[in-house]
Protein backbone atom coordinates (compact mmCIF):
# COMPACT_ATOMS: atom_id res chain seq x y z
CA UNK A 1 0.00 0.00 0.00
CA UNK A 2 1.02 3.75 -0.92
CA UNK A 3 3.21 5.66 2.17
CA UNK A 4 0.77 8.78 2.99
CA UNK A 5 3.07 11.17 1.18
CA UNK A 6 2.20 9.26 -1.97
CA UNK A 7 -1.45 9.06 -1.58
CA UNK A 8 -1.63 12.75 -0.47
CA UNK A 9 0.19 13.73 -4.00
CA UNK A 10 -1.69 11.07 -5.73
CA UNK A 11 -4.80 12.36 -4.58
CA UNK A 12 -3.88 16.05 -5.01
CA UNK A 13 -3.01 15.56 -8.94
CA UNK A 14 -6.85 13.40 -9.22
CA UNK A 15 -8.57 16.44 -7.37
CA UNK A 16 -6.97 18.84 -10.17
CA UNK A 17 -7.58 16.92 -13.00
CA UNK A 18 -11.23 16.60 -11.84
CA UNK A 19 -11.01 13.07 -11.03
CA UNK A 20 -12.62 11.51 -7.64
CA UNK A 21 -8.67 10.25 -5.82
CA UNK A 22 -9.96 6.62 -5.38
CA UNK A 23 -10.16 6.12 -9.43
CA UNK A 24 -6.73 7.31 -9.73
CA UNK A 25 -5.27 5.86 -6.91
CA UNK A 26 -6.61 2.50 -8.08
CA UNK A 27 -4.66 2.57 -11.52
CA UNK A 28 -1.32 3.44 -9.87
CA UNK A 29 -2.61 0.41 -7.07
CA UNK A 30 -2.92 -2.26 -9.71
CA UNK A 31 0.07 -1.00 -12.05
CA UNK A 32 2.84 -0.29 -9.08
CA UNK A 33 1.55 -3.01 -6.65
CA UNK A 34 1.22 0.21 -4.10
CA UNK A 35 5.11 1.28 -4.56
CA UNK A 36 5.38 4.76 -5.47
CA UNK A 37 9.62 4.42 -5.54
CA UNK A 38 12.31 2.43 -4.54
CA UNK A 39 15.86 3.83 -3.00
CA UNK A 40 18.75 3.03 -5.16
CA UNK A 41 22.20 4.42 -4.26
CA UNK A 42 20.09 7.23 -1.60
CA UNK A 43 17.99 7.95 -4.55
CA UNK A 44 14.39 7.42 -5.09
CA UNK A 45 13.97 5.94 -8.11
CA UNK A 46 10.25 5.17 -9.46
CA UNK A 47 9.32 1.13 -10.12
CA UNK A 48 10.32 -0.01 -13.98
CA UNK A 49 9.25 -3.18 -15.23
CA UNK A 50 11.65 -4.23 -18.23
CA UNK A 51 10.16 -5.60 -21.47
CA UNK A 52 12.82 -8.21 -23.53
CA UNK A 53 10.44 -8.24 -26.47
CA UNK A 54 10.88 -4.64 -26.77
CA UNK A 55 14.31 -4.26 -26.47
CA UNK A 56 14.95 -7.15 -28.93
CA UNK A 57 12.31 -5.08 -31.69
CA UNK A 58 14.34 -1.72 -31.24
CA UNK A 59 17.99 -3.61 -31.77
CA UNK A 60 19.58 -5.06 -34.87
CA UNK A 61 23.01 -6.80 -35.82
CA UNK A 62 25.88 -7.17 -33.42
CA UNK A 63 23.40 -5.30 -30.59
CA UNK A 64 20.58 -7.42 -31.02
CA UNK A 65 23.08 -10.40 -31.11
CA UNK A 66 24.84 -9.12 -27.97
CA UNK A 67 21.39 -8.55 -26.06
CA UNK A 68 20.22 -12.20 -26.75
CA UNK A 69 23.30 -13.68 -25.82
CA UNK A 70 23.36 -11.73 -22.59
CA UNK A 71 19.70 -13.21 -21.85
CA UNK A 72 18.37 -9.30 -22.14
CA UNK A 73 16.37 -9.76 -25.67
CA UNK A 74 14.11 -12.14 -27.31
CA UNK A 75 11.74 -11.86 -29.96
CA UNK A 76 9.46 -13.83 -28.05
CA UNK A 77 7.02 -11.91 -25.22
CA UNK A 78 7.64 -12.85 -21.54
CA UNK A 79 10.74 -15.28 -22.54
CA UNK A 80 13.13 -12.53 -20.76
CA UNK A 81 11.74 -12.32 -16.86
CA UNK A 82 11.45 -10.21 -14.62
CA UNK A 83 13.42 -10.31 -11.34
CA UNK A 84 10.99 -9.78 -8.32
CA UNK A 85 13.36 -7.27 -6.63
CA UNK A 86 12.90 -3.50 -8.31
CA UNK A 87 17.19 -3.19 -7.42
CA UNK A 88 17.39 -6.55 -10.24
CA UNK A 89 15.36 -5.15 -12.17
CA UNK A 90 17.00 -1.37 -12.44
CA UNK A 91 20.32 -3.77 -12.74
CA UNK A 92 18.38 -5.68 -15.65
CA UNK A 93 18.26 -2.27 -17.13
CA UNK A 94 21.14 -0.61 -16.72
CA UNK A 95 22.60 -4.10 -18.15
CA UNK A 96 20.64 -3.14 -21.09
CA UNK A 97 21.43 0.32 -21.64
CA UNK A 98 25.41 -0.01 -21.68
CA UNK A 99 24.62 -2.05 -24.75
CA UNK A 100 22.23 0.68 -26.85
CA UNK A 101 20.46 3.21 -23.52
CA UNK A 102 17.59 4.57 -25.96
CA UNK A 103 16.16 1.05 -26.88
CA UNK A 104 16.82 0.47 -23.32
CA UNK A 105 14.78 3.42 -21.89
CA UNK A 106 12.15 2.78 -24.95
CA UNK A 107 12.00 -1.13 -23.05
CA UNK A 108 10.98 -0.32 -20.00
CA UNK A 109 7.28 1.32 -18.48
CA UNK A 110 7.73 3.66 -15.89
CA UNK A 111 6.80 4.36 -12.51
CA UNK A 112 2.83 4.51 -11.13
CA UNK A 113 1.33 4.67 -14.51
CA UNK A 114 3.99 2.10 -15.92
CA UNK A 115 3.87 3.90 -19.21
CA UNK A 116 6.21 2.50 -21.70
CA UNK A 117 9.32 4.39 -22.68
CA UNK A 118 8.47 3.71 -26.35
CA UNK A 119 5.71 6.14 -26.68
CA UNK A 120 7.57 8.94 -25.48
CA UNK A 121 7.00 10.89 -29.54
CA UNK A 122 3.49 9.95 -29.08
CA UNK A 123 3.25 11.64 -25.47
CA UNK A 124 4.98 14.75 -27.12
CA UNK A 125 8.38 14.61 -25.35
CA UNK A 126 11.20 15.79 -27.23
CA UNK A 127 12.88 12.46 -26.73
CA UNK A 128 12.51 9.25 -24.58
CA UNK A 129 15.28 10.79 -21.95
CA UNK A 130 12.43 13.72 -21.49
CA UNK A 131 9.99 10.84 -20.60
CA UNK A 132 12.62 9.30 -18.18
CA UNK A 133 13.34 12.16 -16.68
CA UNK A 134 9.62 13.38 -15.89
CA UNK A 135 9.08 9.71 -14.22
CA UNK A 136 12.27 9.68 -12.35
CA UNK A 137 11.73 13.26 -10.91
CA UNK A 138 9.47 12.09 -8.00
CA UNK A 139 5.71 11.18 -7.50
CA UNK A 140 4.38 14.27 -8.89
CA UNK A 141 6.28 13.47 -12.30
CA UNK A 142 5.32 9.79 -12.14
CA UNK A 143 1.48 11.03 -11.73
CA UNK A 144 1.91 13.60 -14.38
CA UNK A 145 2.82 11.14 -16.95
CA UNK A 146 0.35 8.68 -16.38
CA UNK A 147 -2.36 11.05 -16.36
CA UNK A 148 -0.99 12.45 -19.78
CA UNK A 149 -0.83 8.85 -21.11
CA UNK A 150 -4.72 8.59 -20.01
CA UNK A 151 -5.67 11.43 -21.37
CA UNK A 152 -3.86 10.74 -24.86
CA UNK A 153 -5.27 7.55 -25.12
CA UNK A 154 -8.60 9.00 -25.07
CA UNK A 155 -9.66 7.18 -21.52
CA UNK A 156 -10.30 9.85 -19.45
CA UNK A 157 -14.23 9.65 -19.94
CA UNK A 158 -13.70 6.11 -19.12
CA UNK A 159 -12.11 6.32 -16.38
CA UNK A 160 -14.19 9.17 -14.34
CA UNK A 161 -17.32 6.89 -15.83
CA UNK A 162 -15.70 4.01 -13.61
CA UNK A 163 -15.84 1.77 -16.52
CA UNK A 164 -13.26 -0.38 -15.50
CA UNK A 165 -13.85 -2.59 -18.81
CA UNK A 166 -13.63 -0.05 -21.18
CA UNK A 167 -10.37 1.81 -19.81
CA UNK A 168 -9.13 -1.96 -18.64
CA UNK A 169 -9.41 -2.50 -22.70
CA UNK A 170 -7.64 0.74 -23.77
CA UNK A 171 -4.69 0.90 -20.63
CA UNK A 172 -4.03 -2.76 -20.80
CA UNK A 173 -5.09 -3.76 -23.54
CA UNK A 174 -7.26 -6.22 -25.58
CA UNK A 175 -6.45 -9.41 -23.24
CA UNK A 176 -7.05 -7.41 -20.08
CA UNK A 177 -9.73 -10.33 -18.85
CA UNK A 178 -6.55 -12.89 -18.88
CA UNK A 179 -5.39 -11.23 -15.82
CA UNK A 180 -8.85 -10.01 -14.37
CA UNK A 181 -6.97 -6.39 -14.75
CA UNK A 182 -10.95 -4.82 -14.56
CA UNK A 183 -11.57 -6.79 -11.50
CA UNK A 184 -8.43 -5.91 -10.19
CA UNK A 185 -8.84 -1.91 -10.98
CA UNK A 186 -12.47 -2.16 -8.99
CA UNK A 187 -11.41 -3.85 -5.82
CA UNK A 188 -8.80 -0.99 -5.83
CA UNK A 189 -10.93 1.22 -6.54
CA UNK A 190 -13.35 -0.35 -3.56
CA UNK A 191 -10.57 -0.50 -0.84
CA UNK A 192 -9.22 3.54 -1.65
CA UNK A 193 -13.13 4.50 -1.95
CA UNK A 194 -13.45 2.44 1.25
CA UNK A 195 -10.45 4.16 3.26
CA UNK A 196 -12.17 7.87 2.17
CA UNK A 197 -10.65 10.97 1.79
CA UNK A 198 -12.47 11.66 5.48
CA UNK A 199 -9.00 9.43 6.79
CA UNK A 200 -6.92 12.65 4.94
CA UNK A 201 -5.02 14.71 7.75
CA UNK A 202 -6.40 17.88 6.43
CA UNK A 203 -9.31 19.71 8.51
CA UNK A 204 -12.34 20.85 7.06
CA UNK A 205 -14.35 24.07 7.80
CA UNK A 206 -16.75 26.19 6.67
CA UNK A 207 -15.12 27.52 3.50
CA UNK A 208 -13.51 24.18 2.65
CA UNK A 209 -14.03 23.18 -1.05
CA UNK A 210 -13.22 19.87 -3.31
CA UNK A 211 -13.51 16.18 -2.91
CA UNK A 212 -13.02 16.05 0.44
CA UNK A 213 -15.71 17.97 1.35
CA UNK A 214 -18.47 15.92 -1.10
CA UNK A 215 -16.94 12.78 0.56
CA UNK A 216 -17.75 14.67 4.06
CA UNK A 217 -21.06 15.08 2.44
CA UNK A 218 -21.87 11.77 1.53
CA UNK A 219 -21.13 10.60 4.89
CA UNK A 220 -23.60 13.34 6.73
CA UNK A 221 -26.02 12.24 4.00
CA UNK A 222 -25.55 7.87 5.13
CA UNK A 223 -26.04 9.67 8.90
CA UNK A 224 -29.05 10.85 7.95
CA UNK A 225 -28.39 14.57 7.57
CA UNK A 226 -29.67 16.33 5.31
CA UNK A 227 -26.73 18.46 3.15
CA UNK A 228 -26.16 19.31 -0.62
CA UNK A 229 -23.36 16.98 -2.11
CA UNK A 230 -21.34 19.99 -4.18
CA UNK A 231 -18.22 20.26 -2.57
CA UNK A 232 -18.12 23.72 -0.85
CA UNK A 233 -18.38 23.31 2.73
CA UNK A 234 -20.91 26.31 3.80
CA UNK A 235 -23.29 26.66 6.67
CA UNK A 236 -25.38 24.07 5.63
CA UNK A 237 -22.68 21.74 5.69
CA UNK A 238 -21.40 23.01 8.99
CA UNK A 239 -24.88 22.98 10.30
CA UNK A 240 -25.11 18.83 9.56
CA UNK A 241 -21.63 18.66 11.08
CA UNK A 242 -22.76 20.15 14.37
CA UNK A 243 -25.69 17.80 14.70
CA UNK A 244 -23.83 14.89 14.01
CA UNK A 245 -21.08 16.21 16.46
CA UNK A 246 -24.15 16.20 19.44
CA UNK A 247 -25.74 13.34 18.33
CA UNK A 248 -22.06 10.97 18.55
CA UNK A 249 -21.42 13.09 22.53
CA UNK A 250 -18.67 15.02 20.91
CA UNK A 251 -17.64 18.80 20.98
CA UNK A 252 -20.08 20.55 18.51
CA UNK A 253 -17.71 22.83 17.19
CA UNK A 254 -19.01 22.33 13.12
CA UNK A 255 -15.12 21.74 12.57
CA UNK A 256 -14.08 17.91 10.99
CA UNK A 257 -10.77 16.74 12.88
CA UNK A 258 -9.57 13.41 13.35
CA UNK A 259 -12.17 12.86 16.17
CA UNK A 260 -15.05 13.27 14.16
CA UNK A 261 -13.64 11.68 11.30
CA UNK A 262 -13.18 8.79 13.03
CA UNK A 263 -17.05 9.11 14.67
CA UNK A 264 -18.27 9.28 11.04
CA UNK A 265 -16.16 6.46 9.98
CA UNK A 266 -17.10 3.96 12.88
CA UNK A 267 -20.90 4.82 12.91
CA UNK A 268 -21.31 4.73 9.41
CA UNK A 269 -23.94 1.89 8.63
CA UNK A 270 -23.09 -0.62 5.11
CA UNK A 271 -19.12 1.09 5.72
CA UNK A 272 -18.33 3.00 2.35
CA UNK A 273 -21.01 1.12 0.70
CA UNK A 274 -23.36 3.20 2.66
CA UNK A 275 -22.84 6.33 1.65
CA UNK A 276 -22.97 5.71 -1.92
CA UNK A 277 -26.55 3.85 -1.42
CA UNK A 278 -27.79 7.15 0.29
CA UNK A 279 -26.29 9.63 -1.70
CA UNK A 280 -28.39 6.51 -5.02
CA UNK A 281 -31.41 7.62 -2.63
CA UNK A 282 -31.14 11.38 -2.38
CA UNK A 283 -30.62 11.39 -6.22
CA UNK A 284 -33.69 9.31 -6.97
CA UNK A 285 -35.51 11.10 -4.62
CA UNK A 286 -35.03 14.31 -6.34
CA UNK A 287 -35.68 13.01 -9.90
CA UNK A 288 -38.76 10.98 -8.56
CA UNK A 289 -40.07 13.58 -5.96
CA UNK A 290 -42.30 12.80 -2.98
CA UNK A 291 -43.59 9.42 -4.46
CA UNK A 292 -40.19 7.89 -2.71
Known amino acids: MFSKAAITEISGAASKAGIEPAILLAVAQVESGGRSHVMLRGRAEPVIRFEGHYFDRRLAGTKRAEARAAGLASPEVGEIANPRGQAERWALFERAARIDRKAACESVSWGLGQVMGAHWSWLGFADVE ?31 ARDWARFARGYNGPGYRRNQYDRKLARA ?57 TEAGLVSDGIVGPVTRDALARRLPFGALGSRLWALFLRLRRLLGAAL
Open 130 to 160: ALVAEARSGIAGQVRLMLRYIEKAGLMDALV
Open 189 to 245: YRAHAADGLLCAAETLRIGARGAAVRSLQLMLCAHGQRVAVDGVFGPQTGRAVQRFQ
